[in-house]
């Protein structure tokens, strides 16, 4: 019998080929970033905030570009620096006239790109909470709407800490996942120069050669579809498990939150819509957990001072848990 609410086998196919669609479409401009590309867009599709992490030149800027065209969707980028306040990015109220007049600053768009948002101090940070959570910038007093669409993209390098501030873990806890780009294998980066020497050029759009495949409406109908994929009681119980083993872990001084278990869920939703498939399997969750964990745990220092990382602890936790049989 079939429940209420649940997708169709038709409208999850039909569901399924317009995400690979922007996924191919991602693809086709962003070289040698597959698993990056494909995690960008599971998030969307989960109506989720990024933090992308890379050293520079690996293509942060033009995967959310692009996606912004791909999908039809506004897009401004935000260059955070020690002095950026934030009204600067929230906007102000004007005088105009016979009264005020509010000014929206740049993260009223749909797609936000928070360049190097760890060299902005704690208080800047901190103006995107509210934005990231509510969707709505409050300034002297009365709150602003932010677009159904509205996604933050923040981007840090791993490398560079001077001049930096670490991301308070409120914040982090708001980036449903953290996606992880390094340099591309040869082939791609080959690839590259090719597409140079045909004319792209990664500040100029118009040389990106993508059209929109999706639009605004487009975009929300499958983030609906998304939240209809069904996740059976085993399931539930086996995403549960695995936030919970990071809290009882020794190898992490913190674990993950209870709005972790929720992004977990939410994402193994959206790679099983792509995947074509109308409810959620254990392998979704388990591919996706690291994405999901890594910027909300911390390891013991004893253990960084070994080389462990986070990735290498979860990997740990994943294999404690048993997965249910589907």
Do not use: W
């Not at 997708?7 to 922007?22: F, G, H, K, Q």
């Not at 969707?73 to 306040?85: E, H, K, N, V």
């Not at 300034?139 to 840090?156: C, I, K, P």
């Not at 602890?313 to 997965?323: K, N, P, Q, S, Y």
């Amino acid at each position: 019998m079939e429940r209420a609410g649940e997708l169709r086998e038709d409208e999850v196919t039909r569901a399924a080929e317009r995400a690979r669609s922007v996924i191919g479409a991602l693809e086709r401009v962003v070289l040698g970033q597959s698993a990056a590309v494909r995690e960008c867009v599971l998030a969307l599709l989960a109506r989720g905030h990024v933090l992308l992490e890379g050293p520079p030149g690996t293509a942060k800027t033009l995967l959310v570009r692009t996606l912004s065209r791909t999908l039809g969707l506004s897009f401004r980028r935000i260059q955070f620096t020690p002095d950026l306040m934030p009204a600067d990015i929230t906007g102000i109220n004007m005088m105009s006239g016979n009264g005020f007049a509010f000014r929206p600053g740049p993260l009223f768009a749909d797609l936000v790109l928070a360049d190097e948002i760890n060299r902005a101090p704690a208080k800047t940070q901190a103006a995107l909470l509210e934005a990231m959570q509510e969707r709505t910038v409050t300034v002297d007093g009365e709150s602003h709407r932010l677009s159904d669409a509205f996604s933050v993209f923040a981007t840090q390098n791993p490398i560079e800490f001077e001049g930096t501030y670490p991301l308070p873990e409120a914040e982090l806890d708001r980036f449903l996942i953290k996606c992880q780009l390094g340099y591309p294998a040869v082939a791609a980066e080959r690839g590259l120069l090719d597409r140079v020497l045909g004319g792209f050029d990664p500040a100029a759009p118009a040389t990106f050669g993508v059209e929109p495949v999706l639009d605004g409406s487009g975009l929300a109908g499958l983030q609906a579809a998304t939240a209809r994929v069904r996740a059976e009681g085993a399931l539930l119980d086996y995403v549960t498990a695995l936030v919970r083993a990071t809290r009882e872990a020794p190898a992490f001084t913190l674990g993950a939150s209870p709005r972790a278990t929720v992004a977990l869920l939410r994402i193994a939703q959206a790679a099983a819509l792509v995947e074509g498939r109308g409810f959620v399997v254990p392998d979704d969750v388990k591919t996706l957990a690291a994405p999901v964990l890594r910027h909300r745990v911390v390891v013991a220092p004893e253990l960084e001072l070994e080389g462990v990382t986070a990735d290498a602890a979860l990997a740990t936790v994943l294999d404690r848990i048993e997965a249910p049989r589907t």
